[in-house]
T-cell receptor, first 115, second 113 residues
Framework: NAGVTQTPKFQVLKTGQSMTLQCAQD?????MSWYRQDPGMGLRLIHYSVGAGITDQGEVPNGYNVSRSTTEDFPLRLLSAAPSQTSVYFC??????????????FGPGTRLTVL | KQEVTQIPAALSVPEGENLVLNCSFT??????LQWFRQDPGKGLTSLLLIQSSQREQTSGRLNASLDKSSGRSTLYIAASQPSDSATYLC????????????FGKGTKLSVIP
């Protein structure tokens, strides 16, 4: 059981380039999400998905695109990279608790630098 | 909108000391609260989850408590060790039945040998 995996671990892009950050989970969780973490800003939600074929925007969605074709995978696409997207990106998956809350599990992160 | 605050932002203690990390939140209508640990350059590791019906949860030297009425949770670390040095984050679902988490900005703990 690998949990939540992310690739690549590190990436350097030039302004204007596009790329896809990969995320996969093997826990059969319906909910998956992407966060970015910046110094002084904490963790901010980019996009999330409540199941295959269903995605929605979070707090900071501009410049990012997602799709969810399977329960396991939730890739994050940067359409045209900008220096403001330099950050550490975390993918998470979670399940609903019987009490109505949820427990979340995070991947190891992708550290992205845009020059 | 739920707001989560963690004070202090940084804490330094000598090895062996017992310590308490604080997390406060503005909306007491929560379903659960989760404590995470983050080592430098690493991802978030879930430490403890407290459901709204629980007062506390324990795992080894860690004990987390929840007081919804006062909007507070504490993470107690007994007999601290240098390996406990990390940033500790608390997080709460953003709303009723929501999968989205609202995070505090964390407390960076340094345990000095």
């Amino acid at each position: 059981n690998a949990g939540v995996t992310q690739t690549p671990k590190f990436q350097v892009l030039k302004t204007g380039q596009s790329m896809t950050l990969q995320c996969a989970q093997d826990m059969n969780h319906e909910y998956m999400s992407w966060y970015r973490q910046d110094p002084g800003m904490g963790l901010r939600l980019i996009h999330y998905s409540v199941g295959a074929g269903i995605t929605d925007q979070g707090e900071v969605p501009n410049g990012y695109n997602v799709s969810r074709s399977t329960t396991e995978d939730f890739p994050l696409r940067l359409l045209s990279a900008a220096p403001s997207q330099t950050s550490v990106y975390f993918c998470a998956s979670s399940y609903f608790l019987a009490s109505g809350g949820n427990e979340q599990f995070f991947g190891p992160g992708t550290r992205l630098t845009v020059l | 909108k739920q707001e989560v605050t963690q004070i202090p932002a940084a804490l330094s203690v000598p090895e062996g000391e017992n310590l308490v990390l604080n997390c406060s939140f503005t909306d007491s209508a929560i379903y659960n609260l989760q404590w995470f640990r983050q080592d430098p350059g690493k991802g978030l590791t879930s430490l403890l989850l407290i459901q709204s019906s629980q007062r506390e949860q324990t795992s080894g030297r860690l004990n987390a408590s929840l007081d919804k009425s006062s909007g507070r949770s504490t993470l107690y670390i007994a007999a601290s060790q240098p390996s406990d040095s990390a940033t500790y984050l608390c997080a709460i679902p953003s709303g009723a039945g929501s999968y989205q988490l609202t995070f505090g900005k964390g407390t960076k703990l340094s345990v000095i040998p």
